[in-house]
């Protein structure tokens, strides 16, 4: 009698995906830092760049997780576990009729067999988080004082004035490539602990503090 072939054991994925490429750079950087200091292995993950983040709000989003991105982790012996979708808040702060209904959008994500499904909320906008490592930023600018204080409204804007102090100019996107080595990852990380606590423990990381 022929033993039945046992069925393979999919490896747990995770999918984080993000609002735009200055997000995509920075949780990218995360990724690397929790598989080196993490005292468990961490799950196997990917970034997905949204470009905007209103298409979390789109039938597109839940359809292609469907069609095409669990698919693909399927062929490679994966199974997509988790899902983790990162937002900044600037966009939802003044906002009467949310752009994105979040306990809707889990419900069709946990439809698809998807285990765990978490937010991570960028409190006001990724600027924010880049600017949690002030001192990176000034060597990286060369400037031999950190200021006490920055100068604008929000985030974005308080790193137009610092660059402007250092003749620079701060574009979002993959120009944040030019600097981003020069941050402290562990420090952003660090004060962003309590925002980043789910998406830590659907991906098994584990850090001694």
Known sequence: ???KKESKQLTPHVVIFVE????????SRLVAYYRN???????SCEVQNMKGVSRYASSKFVGKLDADIIPKAERKGMKVYGVCCSYDTDVFEDDESPVVDWSKLKKSIMR???EEFCTVEVKSAIEDWLLDDLEGLCAFLKQ????????GSNGYAKLLNLFKR?????AKGTSVEDFIDCLSIEKIRNRRKAALSELERILN???RD
């Open 144 to 151: 031999k004082e950190v200021p006490k204080s920055l100068k």
């Open 112 to 114: 698809l067999g998807i």
């Open 37 to 43: 200091v993490s005292t468990t292995p961490i799950h």
């Open 166 to 170: 250092s003749g620079k100019v701060y």
């Open 205 to 207: 990381v584990t850090i």
């Open 20 to 27: 735009g490429d200055t997000d995509e750079i920075l949780f």
């Open 1 to 3: 009698m022929k033993k």
